[in-house]
């Protein structure tokens, strides 16, 4: 297989609306494939449309894109994100509204009344930014709150007043929740059931706020551009008003319509003036028109308000695709189903029919999602020529994601070009390429376990469970070995993970590092480790850039070492960081290497170590000796303690001649890097435990010492160990 280097990108300044349902994509990635093609045409397919902001990029690009989006959601944020209305229309359409009357009051201030509560501290009457509950409980425990007049703020207990008002409002439940349903679904819907399970997930309060909102929507005399505006105010109000808010956030991304045992209630009219700069625009306006309509061949998005299968062959007649490209979905039955609920309250029933079945469904397996890939594949092979390139990105990667997904493309005959993982918390990046069906052979646990040995060897290190699951997925595509039995997905899910457990578990060659007792637990090895590190290659190639490189910003480093270290074995940001922390200082953006770690100067500086370690082996009436990088304390012709002298944190090679007379002798620049290793490495842990890390300080401060034994010294050299730095993140 032809790995291709991970496409970095750049995480966005803000993450924007409705960002914890969708993908959790760096900006630039999609840029940078297209980049990196050869295409005939501009036309590109979007067959998911589940990232408004990857289709955007790809037509801001020069491309023209068709997207086939079915959820009514994510179609109105493509088309808000693609051109949004000035900042001053949203101001406009939420002044409109909070101006409209209730009764005496404007709007605004009726609805922020209901969120009034008293300041501990000065006791005047403020509006809480939230209040806190817990799950099954009619009133909140707790609040947050800023006063504006004393400045209090933080969190506090809610007070009777503040548990009467919940109870006051939640009187009126009824009557809202019933308005609100039938703007889903009508009372005599078969699917009338699924719509009251899902707005059970809203409390009195925000239902309350939505359903005035709503019934006023329509009587407002708004232009078009502004009630666009207005609706996407109302569409953040819809989100925040759920239950699914866990407080504190420990499900920032949630997957399964299920409330949290504590939530936050947040203030939705405060929500609303929040979502006021959200939508500003972001990159030049796109120019988007729904299918069958024109675009400019100089780019433009095109939406097909359907699905895949009801467009392929009028696509197959009119647009030559040059190229597919798409956020890959995950399963996600909170998202799907709340956006057939708020389809309904935005835009009516009508637009809730053709989506209904998001209601319908309640659980989503990695089965379901084989079935519907190979679904979405099917329909790409019936319209694409042989060739044709699909780059897929899939967040939040995981084991049965990525068998899903390239079981399902196997199947439909798209070959396997390319996977690139840089770790399980950023999106995973796979090519595949349109073809023929080959015929299927068996999946043998003998290709499986070559597989993982092989990888394993040349990773030289432990890994997580993603990586290896991935490597062996690879090796079956490969052999055309990912299949189903007739129409069922579940029995192909099941037997690829038997297989992979087979050749992990029936085997001697592996070892497994983890508390758990499931192999997607912890960590994997090998049981003989005979191959250098990949965080030892990439500190080396690092550093190699560094010395013919003298200034360079970080992204030029990390697209350098993506181009050596491609799919698999990319490296996380967190190594590349411990690297250059470890060896270069930051000179305004860019990174340079340090005065002392350049070769020459720390050349000297390991002389001076083994000079320095001699004289203190004289002063203990050893004699000494010198082999390779190696200084040997001698007494009676025989070691009794040895020194390994490094410039670098390669501590495997250190340790391929080590026994346990040897202490390692590095540069304190190297400690936070060494420990870096160590915690990323099990194995290495392991084996170091009974050898000792020894700093350069420790060596030249144990000289001034006026008095120095042999017990002093091996107190002294355990004073000093190596920990991790805090001065960057090193969590992947």
């Known amino acids: 297989m032809n790995y291709q280097p991970y496409i970095p990108g750049f995480k966005p300044a803000d993450a924007g609306p409705l ?157 809202h929740r019933t308005r609100l349903f039938e703007r889903v679904v009508s009372l005599k819907d078969e699917d009338r059931m699924y719509a009251e399970e899902a707005i059970e997930h809203y409390l009195p309060r925000p239902l309350y706020v939505l359903g005035t909102i709503l019934n006023r929507l329509d009587s407002l005399n708004l232009s078009a551009t502004r009630k666009r505006a207005l609706t996407a105010l109302l569409l953040l109000a819809c989100d925040a008003g759920n239950t699914l808010w866990a407080h504190p956030a420990e499900r920032p991304r949630p997957k399964q319509l299920s409330t949290p045992s504590q939530f936050r209630e947040d203030n939705l009219w405060t929500m609303l003036e929040r979502g006021v700069g959200l939508f500003a625009q972001a990159g030049s306006p796109v120019v988007i028109e729904a ?44 998202f799907w189903t709340l956006s057939a609920l708020w389809a309904g309250w935005l835009w009516g029933s009508e637009a ?187 500190e080396v190639a690092i550093v190699t850039y560094l010395q013919k490189n003298p200034q360079v910003i970080f992204l030029e480093v990390e697209e350098e070492l993506n181009k050596q270290f491609t799919g698999l074995m990319t490296p996380s940001k967190g190594l590349i960081y411990a690297v250059l922390n470890s060896y270069a200082e930051k000179d305004g953006g860019s990174w340079v290497l340090r005065k002392e770690d350049l070769a020459t100067a720390r050349r000297e500086e390991m002389k001076t170590v083994f000079t320095q370690l001699e004289e203190i082996g004289k002063r203990l009436e050893f004699k000494t000796t010198v082999k390779e990088k190696t200084l040997i304390w001698l007494e009676n012709g ?10 670098s944190a390669l501590i495997h090679r250190a340790l391929e001649t080590a026994d346990e007379q040897t202490a390692i002798v590095i540069p304190g620049g190297r400690a936070a890097l060494a420990a870096y290793k160590l ?9 170091l435990k009974n050898y000792r890390l020894v700093k350069y300080r420790l ?15 091996n107190e002294q050299i355990a004073s000093d160990p190596v920990e991790k730095s805090t001065g960057q993140m090193m969590m992947f």
């Open 19 to 175: 960002a914890r349902f969708l993908p959790a994509l760096e900006d630039g990635v999609i840029s940078g494939w297209l980049s990196r093609q050869t295409l005939t045409g501009n036309w590109l397919l979007d067959p998911f449309g589940f990232s408004p902001k990857l289709a955007l990029e790809a037509a801001r690009s020069g491309y023209r894109v068709l997207v086939t989006a079915n959820n009514p959601i994510t179609r109105f944020l493509l088309e808000i994100f693609a051109n949004p209305p000035p900042e001053s229309e949203f101001i406009a359409a939420l002044a409109d509204l909070g101006a409209i009357k209730k009764g005496d009051e404007r709007l605004e201030q009726h609805l922020q009344s209901l969120y009034l509560t008293q300041c501990e501290t000065c006791e005047k009457q403020i509006h809480a930014q939230a209040f806190l509950w817990r799950k099954g409980e009619d009133v909140p425990y707790a609040k947050i709150y800023e006063c504006p007049h004393c400045k209090d703020s933080g969190e506090r207990i809610a007070t009777d007043s503040d548990k009467e008002l919940a109870m006051q409002i939640a009187g009126t439940d009824t009557l």
């Open 291 to 334: 299918w069958p309509k024109k675009i400019p061949e100089t780019g433009g998005i095109c939406i097909y308000e359907g699905r895949l299968k009801d467009l392929a062959h009028e696509v197959k007649r009119e647009i030559p695709i040059a190229a597919v490209i798409g956020s890959v979905p995950r399963p996600n039955q909170a």
């Open 352 to 538: 809730v029919e053709p989506y209904k079945v998001a209601l319908r469904r309640r659980r989503y397996d990695w089965a379901w999602s084989a079935t519907a890939l190979f679904a979405m594949f099917s329909h790409l092979d019936e319209l694409l020529a042989d060739g044709v390139p699909v780059f897929g990105v899939m967040p939040e990667p995981e084991a049965p994601f990525m068998t899903s997904a390239l079981t399902a493309a196997s199947i439909t005959g798209f070959k396997l070009e390319s996977v690139a993982i840089r770790t399980e918390h950023d999106p995973a990046q796979v090519t595949w390429k349109s073809g023929k069906k080959s015929a299927p052979t068996e999946m043998e646990v003998g290709v499986a376990r070559k597989a993982l040995h092989d990888y394993l060897s040349a990773r030289g290190e432990p890994v997580g469970y993603l990586h290896l699951h991935t490597a062996a997925l690879i090796a079956l595509a490969e052999v055309n070995a990912l299949k189903k039995a007739e129409d069922e997905f579940d029995f192909a899910m099941r037997k690829t993970q038997s297989v992979m457990e087979q050749a992990l578990k029936d085997s001697h060659e592996f070892i497994h590092y983890s508390t758990g007792e499931g192999i997607d637990t912890g960590m994997w090895g090998l049981a003989k480790r005979d191959h250098e590190s990949l965080s030892d290659k990439i």
């Open 638 to 647: 025989k070691p009794v303690r040895k020194f390994h002298v490094l410039a």
């Open 679 to 687: 915690d990323r490495d099990p194995d290495l842990k392991d084996r």
């Open 699 to 713: 060596v030249r401060s144990l000289l001034d010492l006026p008095i120095l034994t042999r017990d002093s010294f």
